[in-house]
């Protein structure tokens, strides 16, 4: 086999248990899922799962991984339009995500809060990006940076340019911003995650105007 068939079988392969865990989690948490029918749903062994993916929780991981591609490619097209409105974009991708699969989104988003140390997979190659994301153009070169890569460099642009007062305090607004990022969907991905959108945008309003209000006080 060429390198270049290897590598779109590695690709299709991590994108095929991708979509069976997906499938599933549609269904049930992950603890109710096993590695034998994630494989059989793929047309691969179990060994050849775990060739890719040590463990179920390393797959959920690829998955953020992915989640992260697309979240980033989102806020580089709407970098152009200031540093928030990139932010906003992160979260409005989120929230479509979340209402096109509720329950996979926050089984995900549990599955992160449970992770005891921080998940090391490997680098997503840029024919999986291609593959997972046919209709982004460009998406081969956008990282997995997670949150803490998308919104840290981004806050710190808004305070540049004036988006945000001088003073505010990066930290507490990385607090806020995942606060409502993990909340929102985590409150009501089950009962209304057509109203994840609409309620991302309305506490990010909270957010920027109240880092704007407190400004250089004393959190004292």
């Known amino acids: 086999m060429t390198d270049g068939r290897r590598d779109r079988k590695l690709a299709q392969t991590r994108l095929a248990l991708l979509a069976a865990l997906r499938e599933?989690?549609?269904?049930?948490?992950?603890?109710?899922?096993?590695?034998?029918?994630?494989?059989?749903?793929?047309?691969?062994?179990?060994?050849?799962?775990?060739?890719?993916?040590?463990?179920?929780?390393?797959?959920?991981?690829?998955?953020?991984?992915?989640?992260?591609?697309?979240?980033?490619?989102?806020?580089?097209?709407?970098?152009?339009?200031?540093p928030r409105a990139a932010i906003t974009a992160i979260f409005d991708a989120t929230a479509a995500d979340v209402a096109r699969a509720p329950r996979v989104m926050g089984e995900v988003i549990a599955v992160q809060a449970r992770l005891s140390g921080k998940a090391t997979p490997p680098p997503l190659t840029a024919l999986e990006k291609r593959l997972a994301f046919p209709d982004r153009p460009g998406v081969d070169a956008i990282d997995a940076l997670g949150l803490d890569g998308l919104l840290p460099?981004?806050?710190?642009?808004?305070?540049?340019?004036?988006?945000?007062?001088?003073?505010?305090?990066?930290?507490?607004?990385?607090?806020?911003?995942?606060?409502?990022?993990?909340?929102?969907?985590?409150?009501l991905a089950r009962r209304a995650p057509a109203a994840?959108?609409?309620?991302?945008?309305?506490?990010?309003?909270?957010?920027?105007?109240?880092?704007?209000?407190?400004?250089?006080?004393d959190p004292s």
């Open 24 to 82: 599933r989690l549609a269904e049930r948490p992950l603890e109710e899922i096993n590695v034998r029918e994630l494989a059989e749903a793929a047309d691969v062994s179990e060994a050849t799962f775990y060739n890719h993916f040590p463990t179920k929780t390393d797959l959920a991981v690829y998955f953020v991984q992915l989640w992260s591609i697309d979240a980033g490619w989102h806020a580089a097209a709407a970098d152009r339009h200031g």
């Open 153 to 187: 460099p981004r806050i710190a642009a808004a305070r540049a340019c004036g988006e945000l007062p001088a003073d505010v305090d990066d930290s507490a607004a990385f607090l806020a911003l995942t606060s409502v990022f993990f909340g929102v969907p985590l409150l």
């Open 196 to 217: 994840i959108a609409a309620a991302y945008r309305a506490q990010l309003a909270i957010v920027w105007a109240g880092l704007a209000a407190t400004a250089g006080k």
